[in-house]
């Protein structure tokens, strides 16, 4: 048997080991940064918010872009099913790169010609490329996308694959929704988070996004001036180089490359964009 004495020591001992014991528990919960089913998204997305108001975002800005998402299995889905990339350039460029496509390009480098010639003034970059561009990714603001932004980004940053590179995006979509650009709701688009009619992820939506129509907003969904120049802006900030050539092995076919790291993509917006400025 235990005297007092021996008691209150052992217990003491005992009271310690648990705490360090529960401090380790708990410093492994929070250090869990990522998951791979949606077991662990509530408690994750709990440690989101409270790092985001401690960085300044509002509780106004969480509950409005926060508070009803979840686990989405369908943008698990998408990231795990890019086969599509790895599809040879002929295969790839002729479903994207087609007749019904390319006119319908020609008429919208008509329609917007003053519009095309003002940010290429401005920036350096042709109208064939920037609408190219549109085309391949929304053709011409159609199909923005429909996931929710916010979800996608989330989900992505939950999951183990790449989350700290979605994690910051995240970050930077709760930064625009922080300073007024666009509300929770508006912001709609593909699986991975891209956003507006050309698909910006958050982080060039915030370093490259200019307001070129001037309204006072840079409305990358709505506004196919503010969506064409911000094109333009980030082109010209990963180096393109004005009156330069774009297809492969000419200066600014790497900028492509920082458009989209799929040399295929890359490749086909320069096939489409000689196309339209009138080569072969």
């Not at 003491?12 to 529960?22: E, F, P, Q």
């Not at 479903?95 to 940010?119: C, D, M």
């Not at 920037?130 to 990714?137: D, K, M, N, P, S």
């Not at 891209?194 to 506004?223: H, K, N």
Request: with cysteine.
């Amino acid at each position: 048997m235990n005297t007092p004495a021996k008691c209150s020591s052992a217990l003491r001992i005992w009271l310690a080991a648990s705490a360090l014991a529960l401090f380790g528990c708990a410093e492994s919960a929070r250090a869990e940064s990522c998951g791979a089913s949606a077991s662990g998204f509530g408690q994750w997305l709990e440690d989101v918010k409270r790092d985001a108001r401690a960085n300044g975002v509002s509780q106004r800005t969480l509950d409005a872009a926060l508070a009803d998402i979840s686990y989405d299995h369908a943008v698990i889905g998408r990231d795990r099913g890019q086969r599509i990339f790895r599809q040879s350039f002929e295969k790839f460029s002729s479903r994207l790169v087609t007749p019904r496509r390319l006119s319908k390009a020609r008429a919208l480098l008509q329609r917007h010609a003053a519009l095309l010639r003002q940010i290429e003034a401005r920036y350096g970059v042709p109208g064939p490329v920037l609408v190219a561009i549109w085309g391949l990714e929304t053709g011409f603001g159609a199909d923005n996308g429909r996931f929710k932004t916010m979800q996608a980004l989330a989900t992505l940053a939950y999951d183990c694959r790449r989350s700290a590179q979605f994690r910051e995006e995240l970050n930077n979509a709760l930064m625009i929704v922080e300073r007024g650009d666009m509300s929770p709701a508006q912001m709609r688009g593909d699986w991975a988070g891209e956003i507006g009619q050309t698909q910006f992820m958050p982080s060039s939506y915030l370093a490259y996004g200019v307001d070129f129509d001037g309204d006072g907003r840079r409305d990358l969904i709505r506004s196919t001036a503010d969506a064409l120049a911000s094109t333009a802006n980030f082109l010209k900030g990963k180096g393109w180089r004005t009156g330069a050539g774009w297809n492969e092995g000419e200066p600014n076919f790497a900028v492509f490359l920082e458009w989209n790291k799929a040399r295929v993509y890359a490749k086909t917006i320069a096939l489409m964009a000689t196309k339209l400025d009138g080569g072969q």
